[in-house]
């Protein structure tokens, strides 16, 4: 049977009588990359220790490669888990050779030295991480990033499938941090290796990973793909700092960016309104809209929208409930009811200056039906409708019909939290 590579079952740990873990459960699959990332102190090198059998779970069992790792001694788990460690102090001056043909501790007899295969395996490994350049110095007139380049090679001298980075490019500059990052990258992707790794800085670990686990005060927040747990609002959450999220335009990945100017509305304001809206979506003018409310402090929702418009985009990264629909596609049925529900559960809808075609027009009759429901209506009209309708007429006349049922209509986002705020008085 095929095993993941650690299964960590109803997990908790505590110093003395202070929890540092509590409850973890979860799977890391054979050939992943997995960034654990938490603020200090949230369990993450607790943890480490735990993977690597330095200490012993107070609660729960964890299993390597389906075998528990109470009945495997430190060779063993060894030849499974190789952790490279922050600190790069070895107690010992032996030669940045001799330094990494150390790690093929595991596999040397007490009775025999190394064989031919460990001499190779260390020369491999040396060229790949660039050491050889140094191999006969002593390893205490290294530099410290050089100290950390010995320290990670002599840990792939271990052999083992699973790699734990323990902040291992915290001493080197940015070309070896690029360069090791690329190097576990290679092992996941070329070699079939697990990483997980603990990084400080959050845009280098999303960079490289598949998954990360969010860690905080010694629980697991939330773990998942990249694309699925990487919002403002997780983020928010587990390191109390706001930020940005955007794309890199060359390689489409995802970036953090601190977001100073918010700092203060998402954190205060946010418990004190309970107001629900709701914002129909589509072609990116929803997004300033649903920035502005979700800083605001009001509970936004958005849809219909389809996959790969900005808008559905923007509300993934502010963490909102939204309905989407497959891309180029009219609204289904099913989105429709989704999003009417949505509409229901909510104290206002917002209607932006979007445009209108047979494919959305059912996000028209999603605001007619709210606001025969009884529901507060936003229009902004920024442009009149004749210059947005693409539906021959229809989505022009029954705007109209809303505009006359008393929608409140605004020239432009600008005027949304005055009204908001004031209602009637703030137009
Ligand atoms: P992180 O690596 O995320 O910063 P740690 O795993 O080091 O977090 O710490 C988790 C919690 O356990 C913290 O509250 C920390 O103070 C406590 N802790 C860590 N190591 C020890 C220790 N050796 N003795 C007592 N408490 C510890």
Known sequence: ?????????????????????????????RNSFVSILGPNGAGKSTLVNLLSKVILPDKGEIFIEGKNIKELTHNEIAKKVAVVPQNTSLGFNFSVYETI???????????????????????????LTRTDIFKDKKYNELSGGEKQRVVIAQTLAQGSPVIILDEPTSHLDINFQIEFMELFNSLYKKQGKTIIGIFHDINLAIQYSEKIMFLKEGSIYCYGNVKDVLNRKNIMSVFKSDVYIGKNPFTGKLYVSPNFNLRYNFGKEKNEKEIKIHVIGGGGSASPILNMLNNSGYIVSTGVINNLDTDLYTAEQLGITFVNEAPFSPISREAQTRNVELIKNSDVVILPCIEFGNGNFLNLIAVDEAINSGKKVIIVESADISLRDHTGGDAAKLYEKIKVKGAFILKSNDEILNVLQNGEKGK
């Open 101 to 127: 043909l150390m790690g093929r501790y595991p596999y040397l007899s007490r009775f025999k030295g190394e064989k031919p295969e460990d001499y190779n395996i260390v020369d491999e490994i040396m060229e």
């Open 1 to 29: 049977m095929d095993y993941p590579a650690i299964n960590v079952k109803n997990v908790s740990f505590s110093y003395n009588s202070n929890p540092a873990l509590q409850n973890l459960n979860f799977t890391i699959e």
